[in-house]
C-alpha cells in the first residue's frame, strides 16, 4: 500500500494564476518531504523541501505547506507559468535520507 | 555538464534474457540509488549504496542485484528480465544532504 499519495493525476491552471498540488502520506513517523518536478524523457529535478519541525517553506514562487495533524502537505506555485508545465512528485522519508517514498505524481498543465 | 549518466536509454529485452544498466556520477556524491518508476506508482526504491562497498535493498529488490564498482559507478543487473519488469529506470545519487540528482532514465521493455 503506497504511504504517499496524490490523488490528483493531472490539474490545469490559467497562466498567472496559482497552482496548488496536494499530497496525503499515511506514515506518522515521516519528518521530511520533498518536492520534484519532471519534465518528460528527462530525471527528476529537486524543488523545494519541508522538515516535520516547520509548516511552511518558501523559495521564490514556491510554498510548501506541511500540515501534521492532517497528514496532508500541499505546494503552492504563484504566479502560474507555462514553463512551470511539469509532472509534480511529493515524496517523504523518516529519519532516513537514503529512503524517500514517492507519491505517483501530478501533471501540471499551465495554460496560456 | 557535471551529473549522473544513465545508459542505455532505451533497451528491449526477451523474456529470460540478462542485462545492466549502468549508471555513472561525477559530483563525487557518496550515496547512490537505482528507482524503478510505474504509472501509477511514482518512483519506487530497487537498491541503494550509501557509500562506496555496502549496497541495501530498498522497496522492491527482487529479481534485481547491484554492484558499487567504485565511487562513481552503480550499476543494476536482471538476471532474468520478467515482463513485470517493464519499467522506466532511474539511477539517483546525493552527496551529504537530502537532495538527489537523478540520471535521464532507462527505458526497459521485456517482451
Known amino acids: 500500500d503506497q504511504q504517499v499519495k496524490q490523488n490528483s493525476p493531472s490539474l490545469s491552471v490559467q497562466e498567472g494564476r496559482i497552482s496548488i498540488l496536494n499530497c496525503d502520506y499515511t506514515?506518522?513517523?515521516?519528518?521530511?518531504f520533498l518536492w520534484y518536478k519532471k519534465y518528460p524523457a528527462e530525471g527528476p529535478t529537486f524543488l523545494i523541501s519541508i522538515s516535520s519541525i516547520k509548516d511552511k517553506n518558501e523559495d521564490g514562487r514556491f510554498t510548501v505547506f506541511l500540515n501534521k495533524s492532517a497528514k496532508h502537505l500541499s505546494l503552492h506555485i504563484v504566479p502560474s507559468q507555462p514553463g512551470d508545465s511539469a509532472v509534480y512528485f511529493c515524496a517523504a522519508s523518516a529519519n532516513n535520507f537514503n529512503k524517500f517514498y514517492f507519491g505517483s505524481g501530478t501533471k501540471l498543465n499551465v495554460k496560456p | 555538464n557535471a551529473g549522473v549518466t544513465q545508459t542505455p536509454k532505451f533497451q528491449v529485452l526477451k523474456t529470460g534474457q540478462s542485462m545492466t544498466l549502468q549508471c555513472a556520477q561525477d559530483?563525487?556524491?557518496?550515496?547512490m540509488y537505482w528507482y524503478r518508476q510505474d504509472p501509477g506508482m511514482g518512483l519506487r526504491l530497487i537498491y541503494y549504496?550509501?557509500?562506496?562497498?555496502?549496497?541495501d535493498k530498498g522497496e522492491v529488490p527482487n529479481g534485481y542485484n547491484v554492484s558499487r564498482l567504485n565511487k562513481r559507478e552503480f550499476s543494476l543487473r536482471l538476471e532474468s528480465a520478467a515482463p513485470s519488469q517493464t519499467s522506466v529506470y532511474f539511477c539517483?545519487?546525493?552527496?551529504?544532504?537530502?537532495?538527489?540528482?537523478f540520471g535521464s532514465g532507462t527505458r526497459l521493455t521485456v517482451v
Open positions: 539517483a545519487s546525493r552527496s551529504s544532504f537530502h537532495s538527489y540528482t
Open positions: 549504496s550509501a557509500s562506496e562497498g555496502t549496497t
Open positions: 506514515n506518522s513517523m515521516f519528518d521530511y
Open positions: 559530483m563525487n556524491h557518496n550515496s
